[in-house]
Structure formats: structure tokens, C-alpha cells
């Protein structure tokens, strides 16, 4: 049951920062990759900062914000 609330996150948090970053929509499995690498992202940044996310609301902020540094790093390396 982990693993699918995982993928749920993952699928959420990739949409979510596509909204927020204005990136075409790249589907639904585009999304889920974007969410799943932002989740670790995410999880890295808040740790560092010591910061520290539980329970579903948590881990979808943090795989969101991780999710929009991944489009962000991506968008600069797209435009170099």
C-alpha cells in the first residue's frame, strides 16, 4: 500500500510542478518521473535544511518543491 500512495505522491507533485513551472503537460508518465526524482530532491533539500515533513500533506510539499527544482535545473540546462 506504500508503494502506490509513493507513486500517488510522485504523479501529484510532477503535475503540480508542471502547473507551477508553466511547463506543457508531458503526460502521465512524464509527470510520475518528474515527481518520483523530485520527491528525492525534495527530501534531500528539506533534510539539509533540517527540515522535516510527515504524513501525506509533508511528503507531497516536499516532493512538490523538489519537482519544480528538477523543471528549474532543467529549463537552464535546455536554454544553454
Excluded: D, E, P
Amino acid at each position: 500500500m506504500q508503494f502506490i500512495g509513493f507513486l500517488v505522491i510522485g504523479l501529484v507533485a510532477g503535475w503540480l510542478a508542471q502547473q507551477i513551472m508553466k511547463g506543457s503537460g508531458g503526460g502521465l508518465i512524464v509527470n510520475l518521473v518528474i515527481g518520483i526524482i523530485g520527491a528525492y530532491i525534495g527530501g534531500f533539500l528539506f533534510g539539509y535544511l533540517g527540515w522535516f515533513m510527515h504524513g501525506f500533506i509533508g511528503s507531497l510539499v516536499s516532493a512538490t518543491v523538489g519537482a519544480v527544482v528538477l523543471l528549474f535545473i532543467l529549463g537552464l540546462l535546455k536554454r544553454s
